[in-house]
């Protein structure tokens, strides 16, 4: 059974908005429903795999927190040339770590990858050369979030890496006008219809809270990454990578 669907999961009037969950229904669309929501998503995913591959190292272990059907595990497999790495991809939704499995046993990858469906918090970071968070934090209790980049700070070999990437917010309410808009102009552009766009906000609204590049810049920091480049942006997608 395909899991490569169409997104239509808001297409229809909802009597009360739920928060957004990544169960089996959004699992079956979810290829579909990242690139028609995030601009450059692809782009970003075979880029993440690009800039990450400058990190890896021998004997060491590379971790995608937050890992859904595995885009960045396949975009990080593709450029390891190294076979004496292990690579871990973590992801707290079962209907996604189970889709995920399937999708690595079908490419024949299953024995390169160890899947853990565990919440981030509760995963060892160690010895890690490169750790990945892709749109991963912003679904993170802010309270939670500098315990976790202090946890994957510490569980980095000298000179390893974060490559972090999230929805911003601006402290300015024009530039927050501006890229909300323009991020709405895209999903339209890509199909979506507005009671599609208003719903799948509403319901990301209650466990999606982004935070500003400042923010981030100042967490990264206090987390104990010695620099940190943003990279890359479209729109209100940035990613930075912060090193030891």
Known sequence: ?????????FARPRKRSEPFRFDESVA???????GRSVPCYGELVELTGLLGARFLRRNTRVYDLGCSLGAVTSSLLAQASCADLELIAVDNAPAMTSVLDVRLRDQD??????II????GSVRIEKASLVVMNLTLQFIPPG????????????LIPGGALILSEKLCAHDMQEQVLLTGVHEDFKRANGYSELEISQKRAALEQVLIPDTREQHLERLQAAGFAQTVQWFQCFNFVSFVAWT
């Open 144 to 155: 939670e979030r500098l315990a976790l980049l202090t946890r994957i700070c510490a569980g």
């Open 109 to 114: 990858l299953a024995t390169r990858v160890e």
């Open 117 to 120: 469906c565990a919440d981030l």
């Open 28 to 34: 079956r669309v979810f290829p579909d429903m990242v």
């Open 1 to 9: 059974m395909s899991h490569d669907r169409r997104d239509d999961l």
